[in-house]
């Protein structure tokens, strides 16, 4: 089975009707990278640059930043790297990050992510020169986390500019088109879609959060893991607002929490019309066998019909019926 897999590597990726999907690839570290060209991923579709800051004493300079994500981008060639900005807070803490002894109430809602880094701006400026510096070297986008407000987009653009122009102002290159992205993980950004994806170049939902937050379900809490539940309805309709709202504005769209590499949902996700999907390398090919053998003709008729339930049963018999 698995060398079966490993011949679907070199497979042209789209479906029975000829739809191409993109199929990228979700990194931590530099080094995943090695595993994101074995099944030869068109992309990253996103890097928790997060990880360089965990589990050590001290935080990465620009320095050894901008080195990071060069390596990453010349390793994929031209093909397109995604890059998110620093996704701090809640499950992923670095010591060195920590403001002073303020404890968090609630730290999933609190200080995490985009909220930090505009909290930080001289750290937030750090990564961003980084991130542009090494935009030179490759096809490199950047990602922000975590919105809920369309301010923190205006915001975190106004920072990009600052950075690009310190960086002109040092005669330092980089790629000064770069696309900026934005991710759909909390409701309130997936029921407002239209005013992110109007200032946005792309979109990516991630659906770890999204679901947690519209469930209102902690997802490292083992004691309520049976409620963190994908095909929810309210989630499902979320997730297929935001890509249909997303393919309307003419934004690529892209699907990069477990959801993407779950082959379960690779059918849900394709007939809701999404193109674009990024996940953990190892899940890569068998996300593609699925697609290789889907219609999205026939599965946009039973996904809408899958939306207007909401009846968990009922749900989950329509689900089965298009994985059969
Ligand atoms: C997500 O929330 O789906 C996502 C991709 O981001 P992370 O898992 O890093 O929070
Ligand atoms: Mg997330």
Redesign the pocket.
Known sequence: ERNKLKRLKSAHSATLDDVEISLEA?IELPQDIDQVRAVDAAGVG?F?T?FLFMNRDGIPGEDEQFEAYRAVTRAMNGKPVTI?TL?IG???TAGALERGERSEPNPALGLR?IRYCLAEPQLFLAQLRAMLRASHYGRMRILL??LSHVSEVDQALAMIETAKRQLRDARIKFDNDIQVGG?I?IPAAAIAIGSFARRLDFL?????????YTLAVD?TDEEVSSLYDPLHPAVLRLIAQTIRVCVGAGRPVA?????AGDARMTRILLGMGLRQF?MHPAQLLEVKQRLLTSDTRLLVQQIARLLRQDEPERILEIVEKINA
């Open positions: 979700n996103l928790r997060e998110r996704d809640a499950d992923k992510a986390p975590m991710m993980e990516s939902i991630g659906t770890n959060d999204l679901i947690q997802r699907v990069c929490g477990e959801m990024s």
